[in-house]
């Protein structure tokens, strides 16, 4: 039955594989709509700034008053590949066994939270506020610990330098720095500074991936990677820059219950910052 669902999903899902930032790039803009030409034709005026919505506004706020930089950002998000046919961050998320799909770094500049991570169109960096809006799930920030406060200085530096540089997209998840993809620029950000933050997972070995024979099968059939392929992942609990003990948790993600269910609202405790929003919800 799964099998036949999964089917006509692929089949018949009308969804434009764009996520949405994808929709606030200008008509007709080329190149990396979030790289340095594109953020100074933003300061310029040349094209028009990002509108803020009253959502945005309050994700703005929350955002400066709790993160910092080097914090660690994590969310579900929904890029799609054949076509925007297949959901491609869920499919990771859930054979890794994780909440998330997608890491990035932050930083403060100039009073205001920028973040810097890599897609499909090259390194990247936007306004928190614009950046939350691609996330579809679970979000959740760590933090080093204060006594290794220098190494989130060293990984935002690696991040500007990626920036500038305009290092590719990785699409074969190599784990040379010739190119990155999101996770692994995370990881080397820190790696840049001493700091390891979590070791590679072969593909095979994700800890669901018994689960999903039909996607692991089409996944090898319609890319170059095998499952012998190692890759740095979010993770959980157990492994995966999640788990990495040099981190502490800022904003964990809500709680499952017993049926594995999410409850509709619950508190939480933030290192002594008590933030009120998750998503899907307003931030207070």
Same mark, same amino acid.
């Given at each position: ?153 060293? +990984?935002?530096? /690696?991040?500007?330098?990626? !920036?500038?540089? &305009?290092?590719?997209?990785?699409? #074969? $998840? @190599? ?33 669901? +991936?018994?689960? /999903?024979?039909?996607?692991? !099968?089409?996944? &090898?059939?319609?890319?170059?990677? #095998? $499952? @012998? ?56």
């Amino acid at each position: 039955m799964w099998t036949l669902v999964w089917c006509m999903t692929l089949l018949f899902n009308g969804h434009d594989g764009k996520e949405p930032t994808d929709r606030l790039i200008p008509p007709g803009w080329v190149g990396n709509p979030w790289g340095p030409a594109a953020t100074q034709a933003r300061a310029s005026g040349a094209i028009p700034p990002i509108p803020m919505t009253p959502l945005m506004q309050q994700w703005d706020r929350w955002g400066k008053q709790v993160i910092r930089d080097g914090d660690i950002l994590f969310r579900r998000g929904d890029a799609r590949v054949l076509f925007g046919r297949f959901p491609f961050s869920r499919f990771i998320a859930n054979a890794s066994g994780s909440l998330y799909s997608h890491t990035s770094i932050a930083a403060i500049e100039g009073g205001e939270v920028v973040v810097y991570d890599i897609t499909k169109a090259g390194a990247r960096r936007q306004p928190f506020a614009v950046w939350v809006l691609d996330n579809v799930g679970a979000f959740g920030v760590k933090r080093v610990r204060p006594e290794l406060r220098s190494h989130a200085d060293e +990984a935002v530096r /690696f991040c500007r330098r990626t !920036f500038e540089e &305009q290092v590719p997209f990785d699409y #074969t $998840l @190599e784990l040379d720095d010739q190119a990155l993809y999101c996770v692994e620029m995370t990881e080397k950000a820190y790696r840049s500074s001493g700091l390891v933050l979590s070791e590679p997972v072969r593909l095979g070995d994700m800890e669901n +991936a018994s689960q /999903f024979p039909i996607c692991m !099968f089409l996944f &090898q059939k319609l890319s170059t990677l #095998t $499952l @012998e392929q190692a890759a740095y992942f979010p993770g959980n609990d157990r492994h995966g820059i999640w788990s990495c003990s040099s981190l502490m948790t800022v904003y964990p993600p809500p709680p499952a219950s017993a049926s594995g269910a999410r409850p509709a609202h619950q508190k939480r405790a933030v290192s002594g910052e008590k933030p009120g929003v998750r998503p899907g919800s307003r931030p207070t």
